[in-house]
Nanobody, 116 residues
Framework: QVQLEESGGGFVQAGGWLRLSCVFS?????MAWYRQVPGKQRELVAG???????KYADSVKGRFAIFRDIAKHTVYLQMNSLKPEDTAVYFC?????????????WGQGTQVTVSS
């Protein structure tokens, strides 16, 4: 089992930025960030696999970036030019299988609130 610990959520004004971090208890092959707002399904925001390939939701392309520090067992989500519609609970997700979305394990979630 892989344990995940997220941090970095908070409150920011539109146009600002935040960086989310997710520390894994072990290195893994598929890492992703999802988000969810009340009444809606959880959606994939960004994903990264161990060969460096990444994918993004259309709504965040050009504004968000997912990257990792292998030595620290950490994946990051850099969120720039934030918009009020980015407000959500963000979840880290992972799986040992390459390209598995969603993966088997989830973090507890961190709230991101963007004010207009």
């Amino acid at each position: 089992q892989v344990q995940l610990e997220e941090s970095g959520g908070g409150f920011v004004q539109a146009g600002g930025w935040l960086r989310l971090s997710c520390v894994f208890s072990a290195n893994t092959n598929t890492m992703a960030w999802y988000r969810q707002v009340p009444g809606k399904q959880r959606e994939l925001v960004a994903g990264l696999i161990s060969d460096g390939s990444s994918k993004y939701a259309d709504s965040v392309k050009g504004r968000f970036a997912i990257f990792r520090d292998i030595a620290k067992h950490t994946v990051y989500l850099q969120m720039n030019s934030l918009k009020p519609e980015d407000t959500a609970v963000y979840f880290c997700n992972t799986d040992p299988r390459v390209g598995m979305y969603p993966g088997r394990w989830w973090g507890q979630g961190t709230q991101v609130t963007v004010s207009s």
